[in-house]
């Protein structure tokens, strides 16, 4: 089965403008805090990204607008970029220009906003609890006396809030005392007809109660509109013309405001192109200014200057710096070695490449008819390729790419006649489709480049033009044209393709990380592929055959030849994904940005790929794209940046080994139906998932780090890609030769060619003498800290017991809502397991949720409680159940009696789903789930807290503890619209430690604003789990559940300890209905505990124990005590289980680490060879825990002092310290 990714939707673009600097305005320097609003909303989506620019250098970004501050005098002008959930962008200009004089010179009269630091917090009142700070607020806009013209429409008010000891519940507005409906935590956008002034308030309410009114806002008066004067700005004059004068082109002319400009510069003089538009005087904004044809804009009376100016051509063309073909992935100085490797006595030729070869041509001579004189080979029957941008029976460039291969290894033009009548069938009729506009002809598709097709096969176009240009005369001119024409048209729709780098034209720039996070698009699978796909068909044009379009322009102008999108791979493309990738003290060092710009890293400098193990095999077109800057002599910083770092990176070994430790311990085998499948290996996986073990594309990565490796003198790294190829793909190595000689069932011919390249002659002779590469690295256990992912074993013996955890962010594609989430996988079987699955449709996206990922559903509903379900969706989706398609109409099986009936069964302030949600989400919402699959929410993770311990001594002695902070993923703001916003899940914090091997003790916080809302902790296992009696719902005793095996009698038993056994409910059953669970996924039970109650604030303390047959779990049991001196009894809990204590603080948020404790033992538990794990500690410091009788223990931070039934320990840099008796 093909990989694939989920179908793209219409989308339509997100429309912005400026609020604010609607008429000239003059400061004097130096400015701080000028306010600049941007209103910008999504017609069909969420408004993700509002980021706004003074000329080209970013000022910020925020919701509503960012606060400008400058020392420095000049003419400023802004633009803003918006886009939405799907990557969809528009830019709109602020209608005036900023003037900042020199510091003590006067301002031209006109209303000049003061500084927002002027205004004062307010004070606090109606606190509910003595020990709770009041939260803070402020109004931050207007920043000082506004006057407006009626009707007044969405002028931001804006606010500031936070909360010192938790977390800001509600923020009202109020407009001389009368609340503004719509007020949100950043404010309101707020409308009048009625004139008059006024003054603004604030009210802040945290999440325990306390309040806080702000001080007054500056005046803000709202008068009639005058002749010639639109609604809602500010005060100003000048004229309403400008006069633009042009030298060196054509445009000049007195001109009306705000109107696009078209200037033409004069044809370059004699050897010279255009090099850009001057601005000498005036304050326009010049729509391109490297291009000669363009449009000026102007919004002040001011005159305005342009000049053309020009370059001497030689400045603007391109460095060549290797002529000779290949020159991608292998070159003309490999050929000799790999010619000398075609023979019969090297296996990997003679078993492998060869019969491939062989198919390849025997397959294309029953299906094509051949005239090599006329280059006129033509499919005739039974060739299985449409032309469509997606999966095809046969795709015709993988087999021209292995007879182009062919080609070159054995010196032999026929093969490569044959590759060029199939490279040109492709290419004329995507350019007579090109030509006609008919999009739905053959490979004419605007996504043929972009989508699934590009991503796993269209390497292979830049490929065969580059080897086939190794035979002379081979191509003719008029083949390179046509070629050149569709590949313009192909690097066009890459260069501006989904989750492509943003803004286009932009390069090396800070801009492009933005001051957001959503530079970490480049970390998506169809990302990486552009870049693979620009980088191959840039580098495979010779300058003689890439004649510029437009000989006015340089020929490095991008667009302008096939070769200038070069540039957008190392400046945009790489600059980004070296960001994402590389660690973020690294990318500061070398791109000379700040380490603490967001996002930095988090495409993966921890070494696992963000979107899993499906999409993370894109790893390999990263890899293609930098070989291939190598192979063509741009790998170098002076051509290609400091970004081309990223090909000899330390990433690269961590992902080797997060990968290694990704794998489990054993080998299986196929049985039954699944016998053809022979040995095989799963994996610790997450993201989106078809399969459930190595398959062939997952270790296409290891491929290209493999010839890379051989390329490089790297012996150890080429062993272990062997390795990886032998023995982790389903088969293992007695279906070796099998994969490599026959590709075409899925057309990966590129995988039998790497190979090739991977094995020489001596490897391929004995490929079982490679060494399973994982007892060898240096640690048992592996952390990730970008995606706050843990993979930690006991030892690698196959019997291996493995612990994982994962809390990563949550932003791009095949992302699932999965933070939280935790696997327990013992001597060959998994014992609790998320289920595995790939969300195709709004159905299957039941299986993204967080129900499904062993981790916590809190439900949510919308800020507004007024809303009803009409209100709150839009008109194609009012009509639910009804209007939805079959497959949108069913519910969850796990769910509560009055869930299913929604909405008509539900509270009126549940019926209603935040406006504009996806038909995706509107499934997730109601589950109570996270975030996924790239939508928007209300923040990432916190980076967790991860202490890993292990003795020298006996490996079964370590722990692994972590604490992880994952609210705002369930979270979902909407700051257009704040009313419609769901904001109302405070507190989900997971603390959760693996002990010893066999134990596991979660402690989960889960808060809501209202009551009545459900929080739910979700455990899924492969064997159902039973009741115990005389525990559980309708007893005094915690619910006992034991999930056991009834082949290997391997059991988990799980205790829930919190929620209180009279309020827990707990509930066993399948999972929600979805069908697209990966192939061999075992998981099928899912068990669900919540508080009956459903009180604002609930708790759960849940033990789980793994046993082997005949062995009986331990009972586990609640203690309960207190964080030292004047705090509660129960602020500091945790469970007893035989000899062991696992604590926890019942609350992290907005709480000191601990430095003292005290708690009673339940009676009985042992004292001797006891151990006590205690979390929360303050990091990194000396404690003692005594025990005196009847089991009271104290915690105190200090040294060891002797004393009698002591232990000292020193906490770690997470705050865990482990005491044994």
Known sequence: MALCSRPKR????????????????????????????VDARDPDGTVTNVTVYAHDAVVGSGAYGVIFATSTPGNYSFKAVVYDNLGANATCRALAVLTVLP????????PSPSPAGNSTSGTSSNSTDGGNL???VNITSPAGPVTLTAPVERYYIGVTATDPDGSIASVMVYANGVAVNGSGVYGVLWSTSTLGNYTFTARATDNKGASTLSAPSPRVTVVAASNGTNGGGGGGGGGTTFVLTVQGGKGSGTYGLYKDVVITANAPPSGQVFDRWLVTSGYPQVATPRHYNTTVFCSSSFNVTVRASYMNATQGRMP????????????????????AQASASNPMWQQGLAPALATAWQRTSASWSWSFAGGAGRPVQGWRDTGGDSWEGDHTEAYAEMLAFGSLLLNNRTYALRAK??????????????????????????????????????????LLYDWLQYWPSLLSPADKAAIRAVFLSWADNNVNGYMAPRPVGVLNSASLLGSGKGFRNIANNYASAHGRQLAYYALSFDPADDVPSDPWLPESALGNTVRSYVYDVTGAWLYQKYACMETPANVAAKLQVNASTPGLGECGHGGLPPEGFLYGTSLAYVHQTLQALHTAGWATPALAGPQIALLNSTVWGRWRDGFLHSLTPDFKYGTGSNAYMGQYIQMFSYGDLLRLYINPPDTHPWLEVGWWARKTGNAQLLQDAQWMMVQTINGGAPQFWQRVSNPWPNCYSLMSMMHYLVFNATDAQNITRFQDPRPSLPSTTFVDPALNRVISRDTWRPNATVFTFKASWE????????????????????????FNGYAANSVDVVGCSSVLLNTLSIQNSPTNTSLSMSQSMQADEQAMPQAMQSDEQAMPQSMQSDEQAMPQSMQSDEQAMPQSMQSDEQVLFPLGS??????????????????????????????????SDFTGLYNRPNFWNPGSAAIDVLQAVRSIVWIDLDFVVVYDRATTGRTGKFKRFNLNTVQQPRLAAGTGPGTTKPAVLAARSPATGTALTLTSLLPPPDVANVTVGPPPPWTDWAELEPTRWLTQIEDKTRPKDARFLTVLQATGNGTSALAARLVSGSLGAGSANGSYVGACFGSYVVMFRRDVRG????????????SGAPTAHAIHLLTGLAPGKPFTLTRSAGGSMTLAQQAATGAAGEVAATSDASGVARFAW
């Open 10 to 37: 219409t989308n339509l673009p997100p429309a912005c403008n400026f609020t604010s600097l609607k008429t000239p305005l003059t400061l004097t320097a130096p400015v701080a805090d000028l306010y600049l609003g």
């Open 103 to 110: 510091g003590g010179a006067q301002p031209s009269p006109s």
């Open 134 to 136: 009041p939260p803070r």
């Open 320 to 339: 060549f710096p290797v002529a000779s073909h290949p020159r991608l992935m292998v070159t003309a100085a490999d050929l000799p070695a790999l010619r």
């Open 421 to 462: 009548d199939m490279l040109m069938w492709m290419i004329n009729l995507a350019k007579a489709g090109h030509d006609s506009g008919n999009t739905s002809a053959p490979f004419a598709s605007p996504f043929f480049a972009t989508f699934n097709r590009a991503s796993h096969y269209g390497h292979a176009f830049g």
């Open 811 to 834: 932003g791009i594609n095949h992302q699932l809502a999965d933070a939280g989430s935790f696997e327990l996988y013992r001597a060959g079987e998994w014992l609790t397991n998320s």
């Open 930 to 963: 996270q975030a996924a699959m790239g939508y928007g929410h209300g923040g990432d993770p916190a980076p967790s807290a991860i202490s890993t311990w292990t003795s020298s001594s006996n490996s079964a002695r370590k722990h692994v503890a972590v604490t």
């Open 1151 to 1162: 709480t000191q680490p601990a430095t003292a404790a005290a708690y009673v033992l339940p």
